[in-house]
């Protein structure tokens, strides 16, 4: 067992560590990064009575989340194609294209682009739908991170690619005609 003076603590999560340690065992940091930047000294104890240095980075403002969803780092590169392509899949392009054509126009004309849009809420769909499924495969076995890119994937193919073709051929029913 390992005397108190060749350990140290931790100083990203606080935990014993040996002196000539390169990386943190507990955390997973590597002792060679710079250390966060500590607290005003008027709140570094409040609120954080018997609590790690981690347990306070982690009730943090969530600002490091939100830069995660608009950077993705350390995420699976099919997690970020699933969740563009499940965002891509959600965007109206037949009702875009209708509004961009003038109502004069032909119904084929017409016809024609709202199914061009569909073509492409379809494509986006399948291809977040079969990105998800592959991202999360990958993450099960212990890959990067990235389910809820997954996810978001796979729920935006699927409403992409069968919502909104449902809607549009109803419309085109509806509005223009057969």
Excluded: H
Excluded at 114 to 126: E, P
């Amino acid at each position: 067992m390992s005397s108190a003076s060749d350990t140290k603590p931790c100083p990203f999560c606080g935990e014993r560590i040996k002196v000539t340690a390169v990386k943190c065992r507990f955390c997973g940091e590597f002792l060679n990064k710079p250390l966060p930047q500590a607290l005003p000294e008027d709140e570094e104890d409040a609120g954080y009575e018997g609590e790690t240095p981690a347990a306070r980075r982690k009730q943090g403002d969530g600002s490091e989340q939100v830069l995660m969803w608009i950077l993705p780092v350390k995420r699976s590169f099919f997690a970020i194609m699933a969740g563009y392509m499940g965002l891509l899949a959600l965007l109206p392009y037949a009702f875009v294209f209708y509004a961009i054509f003038p109502s004069e126009a032909r119904r084929d004309t017409l016809r024609t682009v709202l199914y061009l849009g569909v073509g492409l809420n379809l494509l986006f769909g399948l291809l977040g739908l079969v990105l998800g499924v592959g991202g999360i495969v990958l993450i099960m076995k212990g890959a990067k991170k990235g389910l809820p890119r997954c996810i978001v994937g796979i729920v935006g193919g699927m409403l992409g690619a069968v919502i909104y073709p449902i809607v549009v051929v109803n419309f085109i029913n509806r509005f223009i005609g057969p």
